[in-house]
Structure formats: structure tokens, C-alpha cells
């Protein structure tokens, strides 16, 4: 035993003399981009297995997992940063002597929870099946490890721990090893005491095999790994969304991007949200080793590398929140150029219909398309009823190469001067199986703010899809189905609903609305995919739209000439068709230029729409409703009374208080710079996510903002100021 320990001694101490010098975040690794790349090849990645990483909220402190090449044995490794420099990884001080694994930080890093067979303590059982262990920071060092205990650990398999801020455990239960019965489950903490765990339901937990979860630590999201019908290979990632309601939202698949035709799992985002981590066997080429006396230090613990059998790879997390079912602002109206001559279309490979693919971002249907052979992304407008494409200039649209025939002055939403846009005519833009042919695409001149609020896309595209093809938007699957009009007859589930059309070509629609409850008011209505919010009524087309008590002054978007003012409130109910929305979140336009421009005295956006899967279908003058998942969701604003705007440097800046807000009450004041949000710096603080963090009733932020040359920190708990 004496000369083992000998042994291992001078194999770590020889592991050291050699080793890089790894100085700065992340082990002083190059930040990857979209795409996944090997994390630390040769120093962290070397082919022994490596998985499931874990980062010490404060980033200096880093734990994953290796194993033998037949899985028989696994390690917890940690590196950590001492001096400015990360040592060398070596087996934490509580592994080594049973299989452990899955390590994971609680979000304030004074635990680390991880799964393990070792025995259980005095009394208990041999440890014949996994736990869920953990150890606690105390000083500069980790305490023995803790059995978390009942009703968490049962004499079935508890793995893959994974904590939210509000203690809520997240955890995967196998009931035999070695059998394919794999669920999710989650425990709540009361008191320091987890409560009796539920079985995630439908649609996260399902027939097949569901793992490895990692909860935001605000719940915003779930990450786990599944082998469900549509997967790509033998295990991909996932993520899906809370509902509001209990519920979870349809996982989404991250796609070809992350997963492949092997196994791909253990996903982790780093604390500070930037990056996405996951193991996978996608890599069987042998990793060249940065200290070949580390290498020796693992072959002595673990056998030879064994390329194939997992690697650790990260990648930015962006994807995440690309994939998240709803996003935030509105934006209001786009370019309506006057005229433009009516485009044509070829459906290719002799089909009569196409699948699009779709991202929502900050409340907007995107599609990929491109022009000249470069991509873009365009925003699906019913709102925009002509032919053609509205592009927002800037480098991407410089690169596209048109030819221009003319300028004009357009205008839209907003109360600034109209705007020169340029005219390129004769264009195509390609969609997958379809061809737009013949387009005129409106160019606008570059805008910065609008480029801050909107650069997740280049334009906006309506009436060259709405009036020549039946159009279905699925908001379950996120595709669009384009079929030709003449082979296109509906006769599944949903309610059929007649619309007229206005002289621009948007879709109009009747129903009715309560301000006050009992008091129906019967409206028509412009349906508008491009407008982000759930509901608009023009206070200037009908003396019964009342802005009703407790209604907030706010801005209700920005359009081509500007933002657009006005007040947001709630209305009791909103009827169409045979469907009625309740407590709806609705934006008051007193504006008369801009109720002239809409055509209609209210307007239906995306908030309320992405609740139906919906088939716009000109030729037979309908529109087809059938709810869908997000039918019952609550209508929500922002919580805070603070409007932010991104500023140049990414950063944000208060441009405008609610009197006696949440916001205003905690201290912080107009043109306040924000600097970081829950210690987030703030450029990395994407707008989807700050403002699904301000919906949430109850949460504190805490903000960090410089004011004349001060730095300051206010505390907010968010509530209901609509």
C-alpha cells in the first residue's frame, strides 16, 4: 500500500513539471462561437470520457468527469486558479475511491452536489445503487461528503443533481442499471428539507429515456438529453421552457448543430450564461497532450485514451435562447411601400408545398432565406400585405450586391419625417423548395437604434407568401407550411374565420373586446404577425375604448419613423371567433396618424397569435385558429417600471421610470447606465432574457449601474404595475 501511495505521489508531482502554463477564464482557452468546438484539447479533453462539467459561480474553480474506457470506473477532476495560473487537474479530494460522477455547483457555490455508490452511512445500505451526494465549502477547503437522503435517494438510482436558486433539485431516476426506464424528476427545499420528489410531466418525460438535467438557475430553462422519436442520433439535447402554468414547454431539439448521429449529453451552461457545455463521441481522433506527465497521472487511475468514447466540447449558448418559444418587445409596423409590382413564385422539385423552419426571436417569426446567395433573416409580416421584402439597411444588405432603380420617401410606424428607402426590382429570394421570383426589395437607410432593438433580423417579408400561397404557421413545431393555393383545401381541427382585406393587403378580422367586464365592444381587427405584442386598440377610431384605470404610459414599439407612445393596460376579456383570451395585456395607440396607418381600431400581434397554430388562407378569405400549447398561458409585462434600452457598447440605459414602479421605489433613475444584472455583466444580458426576467412576480434583481461616475446597486422585487 505504502509504495502504491509512493507511487502516485511521484506520478503527481512528475505530472506537474511540464504542465501549461494556463492563465484567464476558462483554463485561458479561446472562446468558441456557434459552433462546438473541443473544449481544452490536451489539457481537460484528452479521451478518457470526459463529461459533465461544473464552474464555481465566480468561474475559478472547475470540476468534470473522466472514466475507463469500459465505463467500469469513474473520477471527479478538479483544476482551479492559484496565483493568476489553473494547476494541473487532479482528482478532487472527496473521489477516487467509488464511481462518482455529475458533479454540480448550487448557483452560489457553496455546495457541490454529485452522484456516487459509494456506501451509505452508518445504518444504511451498502452502497449497491447511486445517490445523490454532496460536499459543502467551508474556508478554503470541501467537507466529506453528505448523503442527501431520503425522499430524494431511494433504493433505486439517483443521478445527474442539478439545483435551481430556489433550492428546487432537479434530478435524473434510473430504477435498475443497465435497463433503458429513465426519467426527470424534481424535489423542492423547504427549510433545508427536500420534500417528496414529482415525476416531470408530459412532454418532458415520455416513453422513451429522458437524462442529465441542468435547470437555469432562475428556472427559465431545462437542459437534459433524450433518445424521443425525431432524434437525430442515439442521444441529443434538448431544452424546454416553464410555462406559467406547471407545465413545460414542447422540448426543442438544438439541432445538427449540437447533436449528431452518436450520443451527445450532459449539457451545462457556465454561470455567467455565455457558453453551452456537453459531452460527446462525435470525436475519434486521438487529442495530443499538453503534459504528457498528466497523461501518465490518468493512465495510471483510468488505463490508455480511448478516442470515441467522449469528448468535451462547448460551444456559445445563444441557441438557447433562439429556441425559446416567445420573445419580448414590440416593434410595430414595417416599411409599406405603395405599388410595387406583384411577385410570382416556383415551388421546386415538382412538389406543391414547402417546409420552412422558423426562429422566434423577441416576439417575431424568423425565417432563414437568401439573396445573391447570401443569407438572410426576415421577419414573417401579415401586416406588410404587398409583394416584396422591406430590408433594413446596414453591412449585410451592403453585401447582398443589388442593382437599385430608384429612391423614394416611406413611412411607417413612429411620429418622426418619413425616410428615403432604396428600390431594387427583378430579385429572387430562395427559401428551402421555394423560389420568390421577381421581388422589389425596399432598402431603408441604416438606423443605430433600430439596429440595437433589431438585429436578430434583416427585414421583413408578407404579401410575397400570403397572397400567392396558403399559409399554415405551427407554433408547436415552429415550421411553416407553404402550399400552392390551387392544391390547398382544409378540413382538419380549428375554427374557420372570414376576413376582408385592407387597401395595403393585411387581413382583417372582426370580434369584440371588454375593457371593463359586461361591456362588450364588437371591433375589427388587422391581424399582424410582424407586431410583437398580444393586443393594440386605437383609442381614435371608436369613443368606447376607454384607457382604462391603472393603464402605464409606455412605448408601444418602434417603426420606421420612430418610436411610437402610448399606454399599456388590461382588458377583461378578447373574443374571436369562438375563443376568449382573458386579463389581456393591451396597448392603447391615441395616436390618429398611426390608427390611419394600422386600418383597423385594434391590432392582434404575435402575443396573442403564437396561441393558435394558424393557417392564413387569402384564397378562400379565411383564417383557420387551433389552439395550441401556449393557449392558457398568462398574459404578462414587465414587472420592474424600468424601460431599458441597449446602448452601443451593448450595455443598457433607463430610458424611462414608471412613477411609483418597483423600479422607482429601489432608487434607480432615468438614464441610469446598467452595467450588470444579478452580477451578469449587462453585455452579456441578451433582451429576450432580461425581459422574461422582468415578467417574473416576486423575483428580486439586482441591478448595477454607473451614475455620474458612481457605481451603485439597487435591489428590485418585481410585481404587477399592469
Not at 274 to 292: A, K
Not at 545 to 563: N, R, T, V
Not at 596 to 603: A, D, H, P, S, T
Amino acid at each position: 500500500m505504502m509504495q502504491l501511495l509512493l507511487r502516485a505521489l511521484v506520478i503527481g508531482v512528475l505530472a506537474q513539471v511540464g504542465f501549461p502554463v494556463l492563465k484567464g477564464p476558462y483554463l485561458g482557452q479561446k472562446r468558441p462561437g456557434p459552433a462546438p468546438e473541443i473544449f481544452a484539447p490536451g489539457i481537460v479533453s484528452l479521451g478518457f470520457h470526459e463529461h459533465n462539467i461544473a464552474i464555481s459561480p465566480d468561474g475559478r474553480e472547475i470540476f468534470f468527469v473522466t472514466a475507463s474506457a469500459d465505463f467500469s470506473r469513474y473520477l471527479i477532476m478538479t483544476t482551479r486558479e492559484e496565483n493568476g495560473a489553473w494547476t494541473m487537474p487532479e482528482v478532487a479530494p472527496f473521489s477516487g475511491g467509488r464511481n462518482d460522477g455529475a458533479p454540480s455547483f448550487s448557483p452560489d457555490g457553496k455546495r457541490l452536489y454529485f452522484s456516487s455508490r459509494r456506501p451509505r452511512p452508518a445504518g444504511g445500505a451498502p452502497g449497491e445503487d447511486f445517490d445523490i451526494w454532496y460536499v459543502e465549502r467551508r474556508g478554503g477547503s470541501w467537507t466529506e461528503p453528505v448523503n442527501l437522503g431520503g425522499p430524494v435517494n431511494t433504493g433505486q438510482n439517483e443521478v445527474n443533481p442539478s439545483v435551481a436558486s430556489d433550492g428546487t433539485i432537479y434530478f435524473q431516476r434510473i430504477e435498475k442499471l443497465g435497463t433503458l426506464d429513465w426519467d426527470l424528476y424534481r424535489s423542492s427545499s423547504k427549510d433545508g428539507a427536500y420534500g417528496p420528489p414529482e415525476k416531470l410531466p408530459a412532454p418532458v418525460n415520455t416513453e422513451a429515456n429522458e437524462a442529465g438535467p441542468f435547470i437555469a438557475p432562475d428556472g427559465s430553462y431545462l437542459l437534459f438529453q433524450s433518445n424521443r422519436p425525431g432524434s437525430y442520433g442515439i442521444m441529443d439535447i434538448y431544452v424546454t421552457y416553464p410555462t406559467g402554468d406547471g407545465g413545460w414547454s414542447e422540448p426543442a431539439n438544438l439541432g445538427e448543430t449540437v447533436n449528431t448521429r452518436y450520443s451527445d449529453w450532459g449539457p451545462v451552461v457556465s454561470p455567467d450564461g455565455q457558453y453551452l457545455f456537453f459531452g460527446s463521441f462525435r470525436n475519434i481522433e486521438p487529442i495530443v497532450p499538453e503534459s504528457l506527465g498528466y497523461l501518465e497521472y490518468m493512465t495510471a487511475r483510468l488505463g490508455a485514451p480511448s478516442p470515441g468514447k467522449g469528448t468535451l466540447y462547448w460551444m456559445e449558448a445563444k441557441i438557447i435562447d433562439a429556441l425559446r418559444p416567445e420573445g419580448r418587445p414590440s416593434r410595430g409596423r414595417g416599411a409599406e411601400p405603395q405599388g410595387p409590382p406583384p411577385g410570382s413564385f416556383k415551388m421546386l422539385a415538382g412538389k406543391s408545398s414547402t417546409t420552412v423552419p422558423f426562429d422566434i426571436i423577441k416576439n417575431h417569426v424568423i425565417i432563414r432565406a437568401r439573396v445573391n446567395g447570401k443569407e438572410i433573416r426576415l421577419a414573417v409580416d401579415s401586416g406588410l400585405g404587398v409583394d416584396g421584402a422591406c430590408l433594413f439597411g446596414g453591412p449585410e444588405i451592403e453585401g447582398l450586391g443589388l442593382t437599385f432603380v430608384g429612391q423614394a420617401s416611406v413611412g411607417g410606424a413612429g411620429e418622426g419625417e418619413m425616410v428615403p428607402a432604396k428600390f431594387s426590382t427583378g430579385n429572387t429570394i430562395n427559401l428551402p423548395g421555394l423560389d420568390l421570383t421577381e421581388q422589389t426589395l425596399v432598402v431603408l437607410p441604416p438606423d443605430p437604434a433600430r439596429a440595437l432593438l433589431f438585429g436578430h433580423e434583416d427585414g421583413a417579408i408578407g404579401g410575397s407568401l400570403f397572397n400567392h400561397l396558403a399559409v399554415e404557421i405551427d407554433f408547436d413545431m415552429t415550421i411553416m407550411r407553404l402550399s400552392e393555393n390551387k392544391d390547398f383545401a382544409y378540413s382538419g381541427p380549428g375554427q374557420k374565420l372570414k376576413i376582408t382585406r385592407l387597401s395595403d393587403g393585411a387581413p382583417l378580422l372582426s370580434g369584440s373586446v371588454e375593457i371593463n367586464p359586461g361591456a362588450s365592444i364588437p371591433l375589427d381587427f388587422v391581424v399582424d404577425l410582424g407586431a410583437s405584442h398580444a393586443l393594440s386598440l386605437n383609442t381614435t377610431t371608436n369613443e368606447n375604448i376607454k384607457i382604462p384605470k391603472g393603464a402605464i404610459e409606455s412605448s408601444l414599439g418602434h417603426g420606421i419613423q420612430g418610436e411610437v407612445m402610448g399606454h399599456v393596460g388590461r382588458v377583461a376579456a378578447f373574443r374571436l371567433g369562438g375563443f376568449t383570451l382573458k386579463d389581456v395585456v393591451t396597448s392603447f395607440n391615441q395616436s390618429e396618424s398611426l390608427a390611419k396607418l394600422e386600418g383597423g381600431q385594434g391590432n392582434v400581434g404575435l402575443g396573442i397569435l403564437k396561441r393558435f397554430n394558424i393557417i392564413f388562407d387569402y384564397a378562400h378569405d379565411q383564417i383557420i385558429l387551433r389552439p395550441n400549447r401556449q393557449f392558457k398561458k398568462q398574459f404578462e409585462f414587465n414587472m420592474s417600471g424600468i424601460g431599458l434600452r441597449k446602448t452601443e457598447d451593448q450595455r443598457y440605459r433607463v430610458a424611462r421610470l414608471v412613477p411609483d414602479s418597483p423600479g422607482a421605489a429601489a432608487g434607480i433613475l432615468v438614464n441610469d447606465i446598467v452595467t450588470a444584472i444579478n452580477g451578469v455583466p449587462a453585455d452579456k444580458v441578451s433582451q429576450d432574457s432580461l425581459e422574461d426576467l422582468l415578467r417574473r412576480k416576486g423575483r428580486v434583481v439586482a441591478f448595477t449601474v454607473e451614475r455620474a461616475g458612481k457605481v451603485m446597486e439597487f435591489k428590485v422585487r418585481l410585481r404587477r404595475i399592469v
